[in-house]
Nanobody
Framework: QVQLVESGGGLVQAGGSLRLSCAAS????????MGWFRQPPGKEREFVAG????????YYADSAKGRFAISRDNAKNTVYLQMNSLKPEDTAVYYC???????????WGQGTQVTVSS
């Protein structure tokens, strides 16, 4: 059974940076793609960024373009989210997820809190 574990969240001032990591373990890990999602306080979960596992094609929500960068290390079964120029509205619980097919995400991490102070 594959498990995803996020790390790297914390408290940062506006304009600062954080790097989130998501490590997969516990089984054969061959996703089609990995993604980062977030759930701000009182709001629904939303897509942030995604990356295809084989060739590393990346795609972003408009809110993340130009500030966030997703990457992966296939040898370590790990995906990263570099977040720069953070804003208070980026405050959320951030989740990583793995997709085995073309639509739904099949594996989810437990989430890591990111808080951006103004």
């Amino acid at each position: 059974q594959v498990q995803l574990v996020e790390s790297g969240g914390g408290l940062v001032q506006a304009g600062g940076s954080l790097r989130l990591s998501c490590a997969a373990s516990g089984g054969t890990f061959s996703p089609v793609a990995m993604g980062w999602f977030r759930q701000p306080p009182g709001k629904e979960r939303e897509f942030v960024a995604g990356i295809t596992w084989s060739i590393g094609f990346t795609y972003y929500a408009d809110s993340a373009k130009g500030r966030f960068a997703i990457s992966r290390d296939n040898a370590k079964n790990t995906v990263y989210l570099q977040m720069n120029s953070l804003k208070p509205e980026d405050t959320a619980v951030y989740y990583c997820a793995g997709r085995l097919g073309s639509e739904n995400y099949d594996y989810w991490g437990q989430g890591t809190q990111v808080t951006v102070s103004s």
